[in-house]
Each structure stands twice: as C-alpha cells, then as structure tokens.
C-alpha cells in the first residue's frame, strides 16, 4: 500500500511537471500548440520571405539558443539565387519511416520469369500497406514535409514524381534526414529539398522501409520537428520555429529582415549598385502587424 501511495505522489508529481515545462499540447492534432493560436495563413503571410539568420536571430532573442537550428547537413540540392526558388517557409507535415524488420523477398525465386506476378502482388502490398504515403491527405497550399527516415537501409523514401505530386497539392518543399533519389530530376524541376546528400537513397521502399508514424513529433538534423511547426529553409540551412512561439519569432524576423534591407539598400545606392529584389523593401512592419491582427511591437507587453 505504500508502495502504491508513493508511486502515485511520483505520478502526479512527473505529471504536474510535465505540463508546467511542456508545451501545449493538442491530442487531436499533435500540434505543439501556442498560448494564442493564429491560423496557418497568418503565420504563411508572416514568415513569406524570411531568411534563415533572421529566424534564428528572433528565436535567440525569445530565449531559444541553439534551438531549431538543423545540423549543416541539411542543406538545398540545389539553389537559384537569381530567382530565390530554392527557397521556402511553411507549415510543417511530418512522417516517419523506418528499416523494416519483414522478409526483404516475398519468399519466391526472382530469378524465374514464372514468379514475376508473385513480386509484383508483393510491391504492391509494400507500397499500399507497410511504406505507403498516409501523410498525402496532411498536405495543403504551405505545407513543408518533414521526413525522418534515418537509417532505413539506402532507401530513395521519394524521388522526383512523389515531390511533384506532393507540390500539385500545395506543397512547397521537402526536408528529410535523407533517403531522397532522382536527385538530378529533382535539380533539373527545381523541386526545393534540402537533405542530407550523403545519406541519399537508391533503392525503392520495398523490403526496405516502413511507415512508423505520420503527423507525430520526429527528428531531422538533430532537431525535433511537430506537425504545426514553422519550417524556413535557404542557403543558410534549415531551422524549425516551434508553434508556440511561432508569432513573435516571425514578427522579430520580420522587423530584423525591414532593417537589413533598408540599410543594404542605402549601400547599394551609395555604391552604385543596380537594385535587385533583395532590396525591395516590404510592407512597415506595425502596419503588416497590424493588418495581420498581430501586436504592432512584439517586444511589448
């Protein structure tokens, strides 16, 4: 009976910190969840354009050091710099696949053209029940998908026809710990990925991977990923804007991005240079704020 009580005081204590250090946390949705939520195209209009370092300047100044910054691993397989294409913020869609522990053959002699049916009924039940895309009906026009696939045995987890089907629905790019194949489709459609390239995969999924979890919590580049989070991608690298800080994360990027163009604009006038669109200067940021429903200073109480 002790034993008992002292297990349940232990119980409610981890539970009692558990949500005083947790962040909100919807079952539903899995989303990480801030204090005040926004919808999804407040936080797109508010992290359109945003760079990487801005990002991580506003996570540092809300007191996330080092947080949501990727590994540089994770980089684009390929960048425009004229047209910027390569770039992308969104919202993040997140799945799991893992090395599969079933029979890596359906069982019969591939070698005989007699068992070419058996494999074929074999690869489709791979791709239709065990390493499937269950996280396709997630997408919409914003969405990041997210990929942790570490370790699933050389697989190409998606190539170039999966990432174009992904962006007809409104995708607008992909981040995965690796596993990606067809990279030069990939490059020559100008399909925003950023992966690691030295963990690319070349096998299909079948006998090798299989969904684990879709629209869970996942790692990618050393740094956890929920659905819901915010993901801004550019040659810098990759960082991951938790939701519950979503807002005035972005509102500082934004207001850092406003002043970077401003005084770079200045310099290129006095140098001389020709202005291109980096120095196009955006909205004023307590109007954007303002237009948006957002605090016009997100460092005032």
């Known amino acids: 009976m002790n034993l008992l009580r002292s297990l349940s005081r232990n119980s409610l204590r981890f539970l009692a910190i558990t949500f005083l250090v947790s962040p ?4 539903n949705t899995g989303y990480a969840q801030e204090a005040v939520e926004v919808s999804d195209e407040v936080l797109l209009e508010l992290y359109k354009g945003a760079r990487v370092t801005d990002v991580v300047d506003g996570l540092v100044t809300v007191g996330y050091m080092d947080v949501g910054v990727m590994k540089p691993d994770i980089a684009p397989l390929w960048r425009d710099v004229e047209t910027m294409a390569h770039r992308f913020s969104g919202i993040a869609v997140t799945v799991r696949y893992g ?6 053959h359906p069982g019969a ?5 007699e068992n070419y049916e058996v494999y074929r009924q074999w690869r489709g039940m791979w791709y239709s029940q065990l390493s499937a895309e269950p996280f396709g009906e997630f997408i ?4 990041v998908v997210v990929m942790d696939n570490r370790d699933d045995n050389d697989t190409g987890s998606t190539g170039s026809k999966n990432i174009m089907d992904w962006q007809e629905k409104g995708a607008v790019g992909l981040v995965s710990a690796g596993g990606v194949r067809d990279i030069d489709e990939i490059i020559r459609q100008k399909n925003p990925v950023y992966t690691d390239y030295s963990k690319r995969g070349r096998g299909e999924r079948i006998g090798r991977n299989e969904v684990i979890d879709v629209q869970r919590p996942v790692v990618v580049g050393g740094c956890t990923v929920y659905p819901g989070d915010v993901i801004v991608a550019d040659s810098d690298g ?3 804007v938790p939701r519950r800080v979503a807002v005035r994360v972005g509102q500082i990027a934004y207001m850092e991005l406003v002043d970077d163009i401003k005084g770079r604009r200045e310099l ?4 001389g240079r020709t202005y291109d669109q980096t120095v196009a200067v955006p909205e004023d ?17």
């Open 140 to 143: 919409k026009p914003g969405t």
């Open 109 to 113: 002699d591939l070698t005989q053209p």
């Open 268 to 271: 290129f006038e006095k140098t």
């Open 99 to 104: 090395p599969t522990n079933r029979p890596m």
């Open 238 to 240: 990759v960082v991951v």
């Open 24 to 27: 909100f946390y919807c079952s």
């Open 285 to 301: 940021p307590a109007s954007f704020f303002r237009k948006h429903g957002l605090p016009e200073d997100p460092n005032k109480p």
